[in-house]
């Protein structure tokens, strides 16, 4: 499925590396999401976009800094990360908000 | 309360077997459901939406049961490849629409 891709699929970086993860929809959808999830635990929402807005933001770190261009494209900037932030970043997107959201296969970032 | 609760499991059933989960919510004003499948460090997916007359897709089967504010999905015929973790998913569409994951139900298969 092409729906949502998200790039790099893999990634390690050091504490005091810059990088950035990109999503991108191919569906369409007007709502963007930005997701945690560590191993065993359950989903974390962090930042919610409606129609290139930032709607939502659960008191996630400044070390992650969300950025929406188009409803197409979504971006989460990292730097200065600590080890615990290692987990997997998942991107969906929706129709509208509230409606079912579509993931993409996530980012498995490790953090050294 | 939680928002959106569910038994983590896990549910260790043979295959062939019926089985079943609920997921219970707290916000009675919640006005669409869906349950998830997630795989071991794959993304969760849709698995389907609950009406609020019930729905079957093959095997699999939602339920909505307003007045005791659950959902249920029932798996017949249990098949080693339903191994996953089963996701509940409510969504309150008030002011801003909120839609919230349960944390989910680990269903393991055996031969």
């Known amino acids: 499925e092409t729906g949502v891709t998200q790039t790099p699929r893999h990634l390690v970086m050091g504490m005091t590396n810059k990088k950035s993860l990109k999503c991108e929809q191919h569906l369409g959808h007007n709502a963007m999401y930005w997701y945690k999830q560590s191993a065993k635990k359950p989903l974390e929402l962090m930042f919610v976009y409606n129609f290139k807005e930032q709607t939502e933001n659960n008191s996630v770190p400044s070390r992650f800094s969300p950025e929406c261009p188009n409803s197409s494209h979504l971006f989460l900037h990292l730097h200065t990360l600590q080890p615990e932030d290692s987990a997997l970043y998942l991107c969906?997107?929706?129709?509208?908000?509230?409606?079912?959201?579509?993931f993409g296969p996530g980012t498995r970032l490790t953090v050294t | 309360r939680k928002e959106v609760e569910q038994d983590p499991g896990p549910f260790n059933v043979p295959e062939g077997a019926t089985v079943a989960f609920n997921c219970t919510y707290s916000n009675s004003a919640s006005q669409s459901f869906f349950w998830y499948r997630q795989d071991c460090r794959k993304e969760p997916k849709l698995l389907m939406s609950v009406y609020s007359s019930g729905n079957e897709d093959g095997r699999f089967t939602a339920q909505l049961n307003r007045a005791s504010q659950y959902i249920s999905l029932l798996i017949r015929d249990s098949k080693l490849s339903d191994s996953a973790t089963y996701l509940c998913v409510v969504v309150y569409t008030g002011t801003a629409s909120k839609l919230t994951f349960g944390t989910g139900t680990r269903l393991q298969v055996t031969l």
């Open positions: 969906a997107s929706s129709l509208y908000r509230g409606y079912e959201q579509y």
